[in-house]
C-alpha cells in the first residue's frame, strides 16, 4: 500500500521552497525547485519512519509557491 503524505509548501526569492513542518516531517525542508523539494520530503519521511515502500508525496502549494511555480513552467517553453 502506498503511503500518503501531504505537505503545505511555501516559496521565499531568499530560501526557495519551503515544506511546513508537521507530525510526519517535524521540521521544514527547503529546495529550489518543486521536483526536488518532493523527493527530500519523501526521503526525510522515509528516513525517520523506517517504512519500506513507496510514498506519494503531494505537495500543497500557497499562492507564492504557485505562482513561481507556474512562472517557472511558462519560462521553461
Given at each position: 500500500?502506498?503511503?500518503?503524505?501531504?505537505?503545505?509548501?511555501s516559496?521565499?526569492?531568499?530560501?526557495?521552497?519551503?515544506?511546513?513542518?508537521?507530525?510526519?516531517?517535524?521540521?521544514?525542508?527547503?529546495?529550489?525547485?518543486?521536483?526536488?523539494?518532493?523527493?527530500?520530503?519523501?526521503?526525510?519521511?522515509?528516513?525517520?519512519?523506517?517504512?519500506?515502500?513507496?510514498?506519494?508525496?503531494?505537495?500543497?502549494?500557497?499562492?507564492?509557491?504557485q505562482a513561481?511555480?507556474?512562472?517557472?513552467?511558462?519560462?521553461a517553453?
Amino acid at each position: 500500500m502506498t503511503e500518503q503524505l501531504h505537505v503545505s509548501v511555501s516559496f521565499s526569492p531568499a530560501v526557495g521552497f519551503i515544506s511546513a513542518a508537521s507530525y510526519e516531517m517535524p521540521r521544514s525542508l527547503t529546495a529550489r525547485s518543486p521536483d526536488r523539494l518532493r523527493r527530500r520530503i519523501g526521503v526525510a519521511f522515509l528516513l525517520r519512519w523506517g517504512k519500506a515502500g513507496p510514498v506519494a508525496v503531494r505537495l500543497d502549494l500557497d499562492a507564492a509557491a504557485q505562482a513561481e511555480a507556474e512562472w517557472r513552467a511558462m519560462s521553461a517553453r
